[in-house]
């Protein structure tokens, strides 16, 4: 259900007083509002009276949108219409910011509130002192009852109003209040998820949680009973979440971190990932809105030192064990989670690293039992909670989730085990590591530690099934979820990069975000000025905005796997290159050497790039365009029969030319 400060029907509105309406909305805000804030409520009061007199329906003030940790200025239903309404009282011109955040308001409501989905919605930006503009009324192609942000003035916002109504005349009238008694079922990014959960909100307010998602509150559930327990009974717990691509383990292992972070009561978290760019992007994003949050209390902080609060709880993993390397004490958490845990480094891979970087020539452990040796320092009690993703390995070394069971086994078999019944699935390569832990110590199954729907899109929850299916040459079987998904999720395919580029800035609305995604081995895309050598920063290109060259915006600069791991944009250009091949018999899969592309040999280097593939394409919410180049005939690198035989196969399960 959403709030809101005040709300009344449009005839009430119209006769009470200015100063009765301010004192209502003052009351209902929990923060002490400003003078100019309360300025601001007169202004608009006094140009909504004006333009919506003769009109009858419903009005709210601050109608709250909880994903987006913002209210609405004026939400005002006139028979089958919902209007929007975003003032900047005062300002002379329409910013195009000011554009998007009224137009991210209206998708909001469109995607995520129930109530919204059939019913037309109009965004209107009111400049109170620009000058007259024609009031256009139109649609983009998405054929969901969404129109173009609306400009006006004050005096004109009537108006805009009057050629809404006259623009669409509806079969219903909305009820105002199933409307604001309304589901809302949102399904925030990660970054949105996490400034949430900093602001101390709770999982089930800012995530959708119908039945097939309750299992997300199941989930974080168990985890804290496993820590209760753990606590009052000073026994040491080890935990496996698993969950389908974006299921939404990460938001889980955020939710740990934030709600346990009482160091008085021995009862704080970190959150550990090795996926440095996801770490940054998290530290960055969360340290700009604790500065900006401040700023608005009147309260000066500069961005170093927020940052630094925030890294107590949200670390790279690397530098977690670097610090008790050398620090040999317990360490100041008791409850770790490991996220993405199957990356953590096999033996040889950490005894290599800790040689040659470290200079430990003596150092014998692999990563995971590095870790838990940590933790178990600790002579009470400690809780580990690996988050487990199947098929996401995708580096040298990542030894997948079987060498934490082996390291407990070994050397931890004092420790409780809880795991999901779905880490024996074939995806997780874990069945033999399990049956062999399970001799040895007392496993537990609990169903609760598995997410089985995914969270990242909205409009597909099927798009991994359909991707699985995909790499794995399920060919029927791909096809068949393709025609499940495809009304709701479009994929298209194309050879030509502009027509990809121009889909998905068509597609994109306000300030949902679209970038370019290829392979790390996707190195003969240099033609179409694509260059996975080049340097990039993902906190500029995942964060910054559509005048920062650096941002995904730009379609400029691209990321790969490695970069976009654990994260999502809303549109996506997957660009595919000549290392993975379609054949009769499967995949071929290849790297660039010299002048050449050269046979991957080795079958975990052939995984490991069918997986950066599986990471690529599942990370758009709500669609993605595939561009396969054509090749060229005169490149050796970049012959035609490269890249045709991939671009048949993707059709014929059914993807769309653009």
Same mark, same amino acid.
């Not at 929007?84 to 209206?106: C, L, N, P, T």
């Not at 970190?270 to 949050?293: C, F, H, M, W």
């Not at 580096?395 to 069971?405: D, H, R």
């Given at each position: 259900m959403l709030n809101y400060y005040y709300r009344s029907d449009l005839l009430s509105f119209e006769k009470n007083s200015n100063d009765d309406i301010i004192g209502k909305i003052t009351n209902s805000n929990q923060f002490s509002s400003t003078m100019e804030q309360n300025k601001s409520w007169a202004d608009q009061i006094v140009i909504l009276k004006k333009a919506l007199k003769g009109h009858r329906g419903e009005i709210f003030f601050e109608f709250s949108v909880p994903?987006?940790?913002?209210?609405?200025?004026?939400?005002?239903?006139?028979?089958? *219409? *919902?209007?929007? =309404? &975003?003032?900047?009282?005062? &300002? +002379?011109?329409? !910013?195009?910011?000011?554009?998007?955040?009224?137009?991210?308001?209206?998708?909001?409501?469109?995607? $995520?509130? #129930?109530?919204?989905?059939?019913?037309?919605?109009?965004?209107?930006l009111v400049s109170s002192e620009a000058q007259p503009v024609p009031i256009e009324i139109t649609t983009k192609a998405h054929d969901d009852q969404l129109l173009y942000p609306i400009l006006t003035n004050k005096n004109n916002l009537g108006l805009a109003i009057q050629l809404t109504l006259d623009f669409y005349i509806p079969l219903v009238e909305i009820d105002p209040e199933n409307y604001a008694k309304g589901r809302y079922a949102p399904t925030p990014t990660i970054i949105e998820a996490a400034l949430a959960l900093y602001k101390s909100h709770q999982v089930d307010e800012i995530t959708r949680m119908d039945a097939d998602a309750t299992n997300l509150t199941h989930t974080t559930s168990a985890l804290h009973a496993a820590i209760k327990k753990a606590g009052n009974e000073h026994k040491k717990i080890i935990c496996f979440v698993t969950g389908v691509p974006g299921a939404g383990k990460t938001l889980v292992g955020l939710k740990v971190a934030t709600? +346990?972070?009482?160091?008085?009561?021995?009862?704080?978290? *970190? @959150?550990?990932?090795?996926?440095?760019?996801? *770490?940054?992007?998290? /530290?960055?994003?969360?340290?700009?809105?604790?500065?900006?949050? #401040?700023?608005?209390?009147?309260?000066? =902080?500069?961005?170093?030192?927020?940052?630094?609060? =925030?890294?107590?709880?949200?670390?790279?993993? +690397?530098? @977690?064990?670097?610090? @008790?390397?050398?620090?040999?004490?317990?360490?100041?958490?008791?409850?770790?989670? $490991?996220?993405?845990?199957?990356?953590?480094?096999?033996?040889?891979?950490?005894?290599? !690293?800790?040689?040659r970087k470290k200079g430990q020539p003596d150092f014998q452990f692999s990563e995971p039992e590095f870790l838990i040796s940590c933790l178990d320092r600790h002579e009470d009690w400690a809780v580990v909670i690996c988050l487990?993703?199947?098929?996401?390995? =995708?580096?040298?070394?990542?030894?997948?989730?079987? &060498?934490?069971? /082996?390291?407990?086994?070994?050397?931890?078999?004092?420790?409780?085990?809880?795991?999901?019944?779905?880490?024996?699935?074939?995806?997780?390569?874990?069945?033999?590591?399990? &049956?062999?832990?399970?001799?040895?110590?007392?496993?537990?199954?609990?169903?609760?530690?598995?997410?089985?729907v995914s969270m990242r899109s909205f409009r597909a929850e099927k798009l991994s099934f359909f991707v699985k299916q995909l790499l794995d040459r399920e060919h029927e079987k791909a096809s068949a979820t393709y025609k499940a998904i495809e009304a709701n999720y479009p994929i298209k395919l194309t050879r030509d990069l502009q027509k990809a580029k121009t889909w998905l800035k068509e597609k994109a609305r306000g300030n949902e975000r679209y970038g370019m995604v290829v392979s790390s081995q996707a190195y003969r895309l240099k033609p179409y000025a694509i260059d996975v050598k080049s340097p990039v920063d993902p906190i500029y290109w995942f964060l910054d905005g559509k005048e920062d060259v650096r941002s995904s915006y730009f379609l400029e600069d691209v990321v790969t796997e490695f970069h976009v791991q654990g994260l999502e944009l809303d549109w996506v250009c997957v660009a595919w290159d000549g290392d993975l091949r379609s054949n009769s018999k499967g995949w071929s899969t290849y790297s660039f050497r010299g002048n050449k592309w050269q046979n991957i040999n080795k079958a975990e280097r052939q995984q490991y790039l069918i997986n950066a593939y599986r990471v690529l394409l599942t990370r758009a919410r709500q669609g993605m365009v595939i561009f396969v180049p054509t090749g060229d005939t005169e490149d050796h690198t970049r012959l035609p029969a490269f890249y045709d035989e991939t671009y048949r196969y993707l059709l014929s399960t059914g993807i769309q030319v653009l």
């Open positions: 994903r987006m940790g913002k209210r609405i200025d004026a939400l005002v239903i006139i028979k089958g *219409v *919902v209007f929007v =309404i &975003e003032f900047k009282v005062g &300002e +002379h011109k329409f !910013f195009r910011s000011d554009m998007d955040q009224v137009w991210d308001y209206a998708l909001d409501l469109k995607n $995520f509130h #129930e109530p919204s989905h059939q019913v037309l919605i109009a965004p209107i709600t +346990h972070q009482e160091q008085e009561k021995k009862s704080a978290s *970190v @959150y550990l990932s090795g996926n440095g760019p996801l *770490v940054a992007i998290l /530290q960055e994003a969360l340290a700009r809105d604790k500065v900006k949050t #401040e700023a608005l209390k009147g309260q000066k =902080i500069i961005k170093s030192h927020a940052k630094s609060e =925030i890294k107590a709880f949200i670390q790279n993993i +690397h530098h @977690y064990r670097d610090a @008790y390397l050398i620090d040999k004490r317990a360490p100041y958490d008791h409850v770790a989670i $490991f996220d993405e845990a199957q990356r953590a480094w096999n033996k040889e891979q950490t005894v290599n !690293f800790m040689k487990v993703g199947g098929g996401q390995e =995708i580096n040298t070394g990542e030894a997948g989730i079987s &060498e934490w069971l /082996q390291a407990i086994k070994h050397l931890f078999p004092h420790w409780l085990v809880y795991i999901s019944p779905n880490l024996t699935d074939s995806e997780y390569a874990a069945t033999e590591a399990i &049956e062999k832990l399970s001799k040895e110590v007392k496993v537990h199954f609990d169903s609760a530690l598995h997410l089985a």
